[in-house]
């Protein structure tokens, strides 16, 4: 019997042992890298600044990537790993802001900014994740509405201006016969008198 409970012992040694291994293992190896997307749609209009807001978490050193897709073809934005460097793209430069937790901001959009947005998260022992958002850019309604308005009183200017013209032309117009008649009307009578007058002397 004693050397059973000897064996019982070992036994509930090595597998302590063996816990204790398998602990200090998962504690070192990498949990992975998740991403989470708040707000997938958003819907900006013209020369607004939009944030892209994402979180990711990971127990390494992450390398994040944002790519736009549209119909105009796919564009790389921005590359950075956290506490390192940033890489921003030449057509984006001045337009992005990066922040610490893989969110970026961009800044007076345009139609051409609207399409898919992707983040790539990479942690350095290879691990990734990915998201993506949706943007929507519309132009600015007033604008148009500002135009028709500044056009609306522009010809309602004209028309007031031609109103006016024909007023004053139709007034000269009736002023004019007016004189005419009075003329007529003098010189009708003049004739009428001198013919009055040369039949008496006959």
């Not at 019997?1 to 602990?23: I, S």
Request: aromatic fraction near 12%.
């Amino acid at each position: 019997m004693r050397p059973l409970q000897g064996c019982r012992g070992r036994g509930v040694v090595v597998g302590t042992v063996t816990l204790c291994l398998a602990a200090g293992w998962a504690l070192q190896t990498p949990g992975g890298v998740s991403l989470v997307v708040p707000q997938p749609n958003i819907n900006a209009t013209v020369a607004q600044n939009i944030l892209l807001s994402v979180e990711y978490s990971c127990r390494g050193v992450a390398t994040i990537e944002w790519k736009h897709v549209s119909s105009w073809g796919t564009t790389k934005i921005v590359e950075w790993k956290s506490g390192n460097y940033v890489n921003i793209s030449t057509v984006y430069k001045g337009r992005v802001t990066t922040f610490e937790n893989g969110s970026i901001q961009l800044l007076n959009v345009g139609m051409r900014d609207a399409g898919y947005y992707f983040i790539t998260v990479t942690e350095e022992y290879g691990t990734n994740t990915y998201g993506t958002i949706i943007v929507n850019v519309y132009e600015i309604i007033y604008e148009d509405l500002h135009f028709v308005a500044v056009l609306f009183a522009f010809l309602a200017a004209v028309s007031a201006i031609l109103i006016c013209f024909m007023w004053l032309c139709n007034k000269s117009l009736h002023l004019f016969q007016k004189k005419t008649t009075h003329k007529l009307t003098g010189i009708s009578l003049r004739m009428q008198s001198r013919y009055r007058v040369f039949k008496a002397e006959f």
